[in-house]
């Protein structure tokens, strides 16, 4: 049993290279809880914890660690005809979640919003076999490097069946979101926390740190909201599970950002 999974975020660091703190967690963007540095292994999550796998649309499901574990992000499995996607990750690969994932057709690739959640990544990739992408901006976050991490640049990468994942910034240099056309009429978008969709629902923050509550220069928020015009989403899902928009996802971003941008 080798504790190697930081219990406050969920990443896991390779054996024998398990820093005293974990620099995700002291990073002003995270904490480290008062009491101290805790880790935890990836036996004790699997005794521990079971995995939650709730279907969102004929072709998503939602999968979430239970109880909350880290941050208590969701992960995505989105099916299609031309290969399955998994969006973020949990760190709890449960045998009854790659058996239903299996059961699915398994997964073409991994792809990510930012290093939040990259979790037990490599042990999602060798699983199935599939690459993981991640925006090069991030690459010094990766502090488990296996041999299926691609690292792309740019604007956007291109997935399959007009799926792509798109470049923002600012929470992380490398953030990103997730457009998957085909999901509702105007076109869905999968944001992680690059976004940050409110318990009202009716407000979606943008910023540099959600947990310690430090803002982004209007400047950037500016050219986030502007990437985000030029792409075409009526609905948008967060990273927890209270956060779904469907239908006035263009028409909430619209309104919380005229609250602190003119
Ligand atoms: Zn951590
Ligand atoms: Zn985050």
Request: glycine letters at 10%; hydrophobic letters at 40%.
């Given at each position: 049993?080798?504790d190697?999974?930081?219990?406050t ?14 620099p ?9 809880p008062e ?15 079971s995995?939650l ?53 398994g ?9 939040h ?11 199935f ?14 502090f ?22 798109i ?9 990103a979101v997730?457009?998957v ?32 509550h ?13 990437r ?15 956060q ?18 003119v």
């Amino acid at each position: 049993m080798i504790d190697n999974i930081c219990a406050t975020c969920g990443t896991q660091y390779p054996q024998g290279e398990v820093p005293d703190v974990c620099p995700i967690c002291s990073d002003d963007r995270q904490f480290v809880p008062e009491s101290g540095q805790v880790w935890t292994s990836g036996v004790r999550l699997q005794q521990q914890r079971s995995v939650l796998i709730r279907q969102l649309y004929p072709e998503v499901y939602e999968i979430k660690v239970l109880p909350d574990f880290a941050i208590g992000q969701r992960a995505f499995l989105i099916l299609t005809p031309g290969g399955n996607l998994l969006w973020d990750c949990i760190p709890l690969l449960s045998e009854q979640l790659v058996s239903f994932i299996r059961s699915k057709g398994g997964l073409k690739a991994i792809a990510f919003s930012h290093p939040h959640y990259y979790s037990n990544m490599n042990e999602w990739a060798s699983t199935f076999d599939c690459p993981v992408y991640i925006h090069g901006k991030d690459d010094e976050w990766i502090f488990n490097k296996g041999p299926r991490i691609s690292v792309w640049e740019g604007g956007e990468k291109p997935l399959w069946e007009g799926m792509k994942v798109i470049h923002m910034g600012g929470h992380f240099p490398g953030s990103a979101v997730l457009h998957v056309p085909s999901l509702s009429p105007g076109g869905t978008l999968f944001v992680g926390d690059t976004l940050y969709i409110a318990r009202s629902r009716k407000h979606i923050a943008i910023q540099y740190s959600y947990p310690n509550h430090i803002p982004l220069p209007a400047k950037i928020v500016r050219e986030i909201f502007d990437r985000l015009l030029r792409v075409g989403f009526d609905t948008m899902h967060g990273a927890f599970d209270f956060q779904n928009l469907a239908g006035n996802a263009r028409e909430v971003l619209g309104a919380s950002v005229g609250r602190y941008v003119v």
